[in-house]
């Protein structure tokens, strides 16, 4: 019953979120001692690397996320 209402709720926050999911910028994966992961054994943003691309431009003095469109 648990797990039903926890993915109801997050089916529900997705639902409603608003523009795509951005990517993190990690590019490598550490371990719990800083040190890096070569073998994919940490699965992590540094190993999947997904979500869209950040994207910015300047208008004068304003900076425009194109991205989000903000």
Do not use: C, H
């Amino acid at each position: 019953m648990l797990k039903i209402l926890i993915t109801m709720i997050t089916l529900v926050v997705l639902s409603l979120a608003d523009g795509p999911v951005l990517q993190t910028g990690q590019i490598q994966s550490y371990d719990g001692n800083g040190d890096i992961v070569v073998y994919g054994n940490i699965k992590d943003d540094g190993y999947y690397q997904v979500g869209e691309s950040r994207s910015y431009s300047r208008d004068g003095d304003i900076v425009i996320d194109n991205t989000m469109g903000l």
